[in-house]
C-alpha cells in the first residue's frame, strides 16, 4: 500500500579519473556502492561487476561515489530527526566512513561532509561540474597527505589532588591571626589550588609545545574542539584535539615524533589516532562559510 | 620509499577503522612499539568494548561532521544551514551523559 519512497543519492567522496572495480563495496544503508564519473573524462557509469577500463580515464575527470538512500529515511526532514539519534548517527557514520576508508586505500580522495544527499544522479553530475575547480584543488591539497590525530590530555596527576577534608564549611576563615586550624586548613588548601593550577597552566604550555612541534612535520594542521569527558570517555581534561595532515612518506617520523614528545612532556597524556583519510583538511575553500 | 615497519601501509588491509586512541605514552605508560599498523589490527571488531566504540566514534564524529567537503546537495543543503555539527553533538552528548551519569562514574564493558 505504501507508494515506494523516492530515492536519493548519497554522496561519499570525489577522485580523480575513473574509478576502479567497486563489486562488492556497500555503505549507508547496505546499498551498493556505484562510481559517477564526469567533466572531461567519458561519463559513464559503470555497475559494480563491469570493469571499468582504466583507459578511458579522461584527464581532469572526476569521480563521484555515491550509492542510493530512501528518501523517507535520509530525505531533508527525516535527516533532521534522525541526526539526533545517536544510535542512528552512529551506524550512518560508520558506513560512511567504511566507504571512504576503503576508497582511500585504493587512492587519493575528497570526503563529504556527512549526510550530503541528492534527489537524483543529475544533481551529483551538476554539482561535479560546478565544483569541478574547487574540487579538483582540494584533491590536489590532500594527495598523498594523511591525517593523524593526536589528542592531548592533561596526566591524571597534573589537575587532580585529592581534595582535602571535609571540615572546610565549619572552619571560620579569618578568626584570629595565626595558627588557628581553620586559618592552616585554608592555606593549606590554598597552596594545593595554586599547585594545581600551575600543573594545568605546565600541562598546557606543554600541550601547545607538542602542537607546534608536531605541526612542523604536517602539511597542514586543524584543531578541533576538545572533547567533553563524557565523550572522550577520559578522566583528565583534553586540552588539544588536533589533526594532522603527514605526507605519507614522513609517517613513520610523526609517529616517532609524538613518542618523543610523550617522553619529554609526562605532564600529559598523548593519544594518537590514524590514519585517516583526510576529513579534516578537506574543506571547501569557494563558496560557503568561511 | 614507505615500507617495512611504516604505519600506513597497514592502513589498506584494515579498512575498517583507524586505530582508537592509542596511548602513546604518558603518565608512565611505555609506550607500545608497534606502530599505529599493528593497533589498526585489533582483534575483531566485535571485540572491541563499549568504552572503546564510543571514543572512537566521538573521534569519527569530529570528522565526518565537522570535516569533508561541504556540497549543496539538493536534500541537505539546508540541513547543513542548520549546523549540524551542533545538532548532532547535542545528541550526543545527551545520550552519552544519559549512559555514563553525571560523573563518568562507572566505566562498563571490562574498560
Known sequence: MAEPAPAGVWLYAVAAGAPGLLTGLTGVGGAQVRALTSAGGPRRNPQAGEPAD????????????????????????????????????????????????????????????????????????????????????????????????????????????????????????????????????????????????????????????????????????????????????????????????????????????????????????????????????????????? | MSSGNEPVRGRASADREPITGQVVAGGGEPAPDPGPAEAADLPADEEIDVGRERIALVDLLDRVLAGGVVVAGEVTLSVADVDMVTVSLRALVSSVSALAGPDDGERTAGW
Open chain 1, 54 to 290: 582504466p583507459e578511458c580515464a579522461g584527464g581532469p575527470a572526476l569521480t563521484a561515489f555515491v550509492s542510493t538512500v530512501d528518501l523517507a529515511e535520509f530525505g531533508e526532514e527525516a535527516l533532521r530527526r534522525n541526526l539526533e539519534d545517536l544510535d542512528w548517527l552512529a551506524g550512518v557514520a560508520r558506513a560512511h566512513h567504511d566507504v571512504i576508508g576503503s576508497l582511500a586505500a585504493r587512492g587519493p580522495l575528497v570526503p563529504m561532509r556527512l549526510a550530503t544527499v541528492f534527489r537524483g544522479e543529475a544533481g551529483v553530475a551538476a554539482m561535479l561540474e560546478e565544483r569541478a575547480a574547487d574540487l579538483s584543488d582540494t584533491l590536489e591539497r590532500v594527495r598523498s597527505g594523511r591525517e593523524w590525530g593526536v589528542k592531548v590530555y592533561e596526566a591524571p596527576a597534573a589537575g587532580a589532588a585529592p581534595a582535602g577534608g571535609g571540615q572546610a564549611a565549619g572552619g571560620r576563615p579569618g578568626t584570629g591571626g595565626a595558627g588557628g586550624p581553620g586559618a592552616a586548613y585554608l592555606s593549606r588548601r590554598r597552596s594545593q589550588l595554586a599547585a594545581q593550577q600551575d600543573a594545568r597552566r605546565a600541562a598546557r604550555a606543554s600541550a601547545e609545545s607538542v602542537h607546534r612541534e608536531l605541526a612542523r612535520l604536517a602539511r597542514a594542521t586543524r584543531l578541533h574542539p576538545p572533547q567533553a569527558p563524557q565523550l572522550s570517555g577520559a578522566r583528565s581534561p583534553m586540552i588539544v584535539n588536533g589533526a594532522y595532515l603527514v605526507d605519507e612518506d614522513r609517517a613513520g617520523r610523526f609517529a616517532d615524533a609524538v613518542r618523543a614528545l610523550a617522553d619529554r612532556f609526562p605532564d600529559v597524556r598523548i593519544e594518537l589516532t590514524g590514519p585517516w583519510p583526510p576529513y579534516s583538511f578537506a574543506v571547501s575553500t569557494a563558496g560557503g562559510s568561511a
